[in-house]
């Protein structure tokens, strides 16, 4: 197999849409997304999450923090956030 070709297949890429324009929890959400997903999946995966376009007042810059990978390993050293990705991506994300 050509490398471009098993690249190709190793992109999982993800959008979703807040429950409004404004919503403040849309970065978490996002967060929360990419974390279950890059435990959850073998590490040759790239992983891209965003917001589905003009569904977010701040879609340009939350995409880029949830896609700029220092920026994710940065908010996961706060513990306080990682208690809280950790509570919402426990249980398959069903809650308690």
């Known amino acids: 197999k050509d490398e471009d070709e098993d690249e190709d297949h190793s992109i999982i890429d993800v959008r979703f849409t807040p429950t409004i324009p404004h919503c403040s929890m849309a970065t978490l959400i996002g967060l929360c997304i990419r974390v279950k997903l890059l435990r959850s999946v073998p590490k040759r995966f790239k992983v891209n999450v965003i917001i589905n376009p003009g569904t977010h007042a701040s879609e340009a810059s939350i995409n880029r ?32």
């Open 65 to 96: 923090q949830l896609n700029d990978k220092e920026r994710v390993i940065a908010a996961l050293e706060n513990v306080h956030l990682l208690g809280v990705v950790n509570k919402c991506i426990a249980n398959g994300m069903k809650g308690e």
